[in-house]
């Protein structure tokens, strides 16, 4: 069965280091999105990626992020300066359409 | 604004029934989903409702009354592997059909 796979599972990084998340989403799916999860709170939404650009993105997303879909395969969640409190589990997601999102396993990212 | 509620904490007994409640009041609705996390893990799809009624998957359903706000996640014939946090997720017509999820419901399975 088709999954969503998420690349680093770990990712341990300095304050003001940058770092990028990659997804591969489902292959015939056509919407992509970022979620994130600091440990012990709700799923939160970041940003939604369709037809090639940000369709949606949260108060979260702000100038630190970026998101890329670089070859027709891959997605990723680029965080140019890390803070403390990007701490956190970073899910990717796919759609088909306006339906059941798939969520990869994450990246635990750790911010020291 | 958005809201989405969920009991904190629920336990029950391995074999038993346990129903999860979720109430929303968000600003257009395009269908609710109720997903599965174990600690650690991502959420994995269980469920989608978007017309009232009972939807019936196995040992899970799920219901929807879109007037009162309201959803119920029914688990039947618990077994200590479904000891996780149950996720209940609004999905908007806002063109992305992102989620706005509740603060999810852990759910012990005791034997």
């Known amino acids: 069965e088709p999954e969503v796979t998420q690349t680093p599972s770990h990712q341990v990084t300095q304050m003001g280091q940058e770092v990028i998340l990659r997804c591969v989403p489902i292959s015939n799916h056509l919407y992509f999105y970022w979620y994130r999860q600091i440990l012990g709170q709700k799923v939160e939404f970041l940003v939604s990626f369709y037809n090639n650009e940000i369709s949606e993105k949260s108060e979260i997303f702000d100038d630190q992020f970026s998101v890329e879909r670089p070859d027709g395969s891959n997605f990723t969640l680029k965080i140019r300066s890390t803070k403390l409190e990007d701490s956190a589990m970073y899910f990717c997601?796919?759609?088909?359409?306006?339906?059941?999102?798939?969520f990869g396993p994450g990246t635990r990212l750790l911010v020291l | 604004g958005q809201n989405i509620d969920q009991p904190t904490e629920m336990t029950a007994t391995e074999g038993a029934i346990v129903q999860i409640n979720c109430t929303y009041q968000t600003s257009g609705f395009n269908g609710l989903f109720w997903y599965q996390q174990h600690a650690g893990e991502a959420p994995t799809f269980l469920s989608y409702?978007?017309?009232?009624g009972l939807e019936e998957k196995g040992r899970f359903s799920s219901f929807l009354s879109r007037s009162k706000g309201y959803s119920y996640l029914l688990l039947k014939e618990l077994q200590m592997k479904d000891s996780a946090s149950y996720l209940c997720?609004?999905?908007?017509?806002?063109?992305?059909?992102?989620?706005?999820f509740g603060t999810g419901t852990r759910l012990k399975v005791l034997a």
């Open positions: 997601a796919s759609s088909e359409a306006a339906e059941t999102q798939y």
């Open positions: 997720a609004v999905s908007r017509p806002s063109g992305t059909y992102k989620y706005i």
């Open positions: 409702n978007v017309l009232d």
